[in-house]
């Protein structure tokens, strides 16, 4: 039997078959793990892709959730925390905290298992007030009758007179008395004069001449601001040097910025320790502003018509400097000046108990003082400081703007001659709103105050009515602005938000010094009453956190309670007022 054998030649092509099976093997097997890392490469990818797209929505989700949120509050309309917006498969969710006049606002974007937030810090430009007295008294004076009350102080420009048994708990301060009318001033005012916008105009300075040989007690100019500064102007009164300002002064005070509205109007400024100018010598009024900025800087009103003989205004870079060079301004600066004054005095008042209370005032009559400052009706100061009005007429017409710029009060909410009214218990919300007619509420009703209103007729609140800010005032202040008359009686109640230190203040803007253009009656409680033009009486147990007037009368009974926390209240400007975004970032 013969065997199988492979020839050479056979032998040789199998080797080489094996060796190229060998090879396609291997090749087929690198191709392979190549092709799996193509694969786990592209795979991976195409996961990138698709988070980075679900991460970019939901990013622009949680900017759209800011965005929405900051435009509700700028202009005036309604948000609450836990809100969601939707942007095409992505959704955001609104978480709104608020402390004082910031809000912070939280929007968390979702797509899927992706999460982006998004975190913006906004700032209310809100109006200051400090109310430091009970009763807070201009030139009309305070008036108290029998058994009248203030459980707090007083301060009056004008004189202060008690009947029997009125009592003034904390203590009582009349100012040296004005004249009625200023010194000197010129008033006339037909263009801009800005200042503080570059640092070649941070100073500001107008020339008067004195007409009598008189101390200097009251300096108004008349002034607006453009924007939103945030720090006070210095007032000082200089000597004339060659015709500029002399480096030096002879008397300073300080303007508050919160008290310059963006509407022009007189800043009256009351100068502590005045001095005596001389008749025929020429002097300055200089506004000194330490910074300064292109967006947010002052207006002092001018006359282009450079009528006030001998005198013009200037400024300057630097007006203390010993080499400050001055510009004319092309013009006289609108400003008043009061000179001399009368004596003021407190009659028949008891202050204080037997621990506590000081009178200061020119003269005391038939007055009890107690207290350890001023043990005796003998206290004498010679010329106590003026408190000016804290609130001037041009953040007046602002607090007027804003409510504006949320419309005309119109039927169904106001009647066709422009009224509103609301009554037998009846619920209602307005605001901001300016109001043609007058606003009443009255048997119970209740009104919720969404925005500063602006009434051009008259208020009347009695039977128990309600009013009240809106939760979202925060630990913000409302006004309600009345261009005539106010009448509150029959245990109406006002209240804030609901936050500690929030308050209504009810303003009535009437021009009329000798004029009741508010009578508070019968146990109306809890709000802030201001007549800055005209005075108020309370009668009848009537109640107040705070009054500030020209002029203000206790009836019999009467009783004003001041809360310590109006040292510093902060007032809502409105839509037109706006908000300065703080800070606007990702976060973790």
Known sequence: MRGFALSPASLCGFRDGFAALTAAIFVFAVSAVIIAGFTFVALREVRITRNLSSS????????????DA??????????????????????????????????????????????????????????????????????????????????????????????????????????????????????????????????????????????????????????????????????YITTDNGGKPASSDIASAVISYTSVGITASWIDTALPNPPTLTAGAKYWIVLDYGSNSSSNYWNWRKDASDGYAGNTGRYTSNWSSGSASWTNVGGDLAFRVWLGGVNTKIDGVTIGNATSGEGHANLFIDATVHG????????????????????SDGVIQDWRNAAAAGGTCAPPDCDASGNFKITGGASKSIGPKKITGNLEVDNNAILTVTG????????????????????????????????????????????????????IMLLSAKDAPTENVMTIDNNATGVIYYASNGRIKFSNNAAAKEATAYGITLDNNAVITYESGLSSVSFSSGPSGGYDIVSWEEVE
């Open 70 to 235: 900051i435009y509700r509050f700028v202009s005036g309309k309604q948000i609450v925390s836990g809100e969601t917006i939707s942007t095409g498969t992505a959704t955001g969710t609104i978480v709104i905290t608020a402390a004082g006049s910031q809000k912070t606002i939280t929007v968390e974007g979702v797509l899927g298992n992706v999460y982006r937030t998004v975190e913006a810090v906004i700032a209310e430009n809100t109006v200051g007030a400090s109310f430091f007295y009970g009763v807070q008294v201009s030139d009309g004076g305070l008036q108290m009758s029998n058994n009248s009350t203030v459980n707090g102080n007083v301060y009056s420009n004008g004189d202060i007179n008690g009947g029997a048994g009125s009592t003034i708990t904390g203590s009582a301060t009349v100012a040296g008395g004005i004249n009625a009318n200023p010194s000197v001033q010129w008033t006339a005012e037909n263009a801009d004069q800005n200042f503080a916008t570059v640092s070649s105009n941070r100073d500001i300075a107008q020339s008067f001449t004195a007409n009598a040989s008189d101390k200097i007690n009251k300096v108004s100019v008349y002034l607006a601001k453009v924007g939103n500064p945030t720090s006070n102007i210095t007032l």
């Open 372 to 391: 350890s400052s001023c043990p005796n009706a003998y206290c004498f100061v010679e010329n106590p400081l003026r408190q000016e009005m804290p609130i």
């Open 56 to 67: 970019v929505r939901g990013y622009y989700a949680a900017e759209s959730g800011v965005e």
């Open 452 to 503: 500063t209103l602006w009434v051009q007729g008259n208020v009347v609140y009695s039977n128990g009515c309600i009013v009240k800010l809106a939760p979202s005032y925060g630990g913000n202040s409302g006004v309600i602005v009345v261009d005539g008359t106010a009448n509150v009686s029959n245990n109406c109640s006002f209240s804030g938000s609901g936050v500690s230190g929030s308050y």
